[in-house]
């Protein structure tokens, strides 16, 4: 922020948003990672969602704002069946 010269108009706050103690009530912008892996295997969305309703401003923005997911049907029908057999 400060190489970028806007350290007198951007605030950079670090931490889990339940736990955090804001100098202004709320927000214009809220950026996060809370995809991790798939999506939704840190189970952040959560968070963000709180986030969101409890500080982010009227009209402010997200990032990222959405994510798409993709599946495809993969079939190994050898590693089905060890899986199967160290069962036993």
Known sequence: VRNNG???TVSVVQGAVEELDLPEKS??????????YFLLRES????????????LKPGGCMFPS???????????????VQKLQDLD
Do not use: H, N
């Open 6 to 8: 806007v350290d007198a």
């Open 44 to 55: 952040m969305l959560d968070s963000l969602l709180r986030a969101r309703d409890r500080i």
């Open 66 to 80: 959405q994510a798409t997911m993709f599946f495809g049907i993969v079939s190994c029908e050898e590693e089905r």
């Open 27 to 36: 927000v214009d912008i809220i950026i996060s990672e809370w995809m991790g």
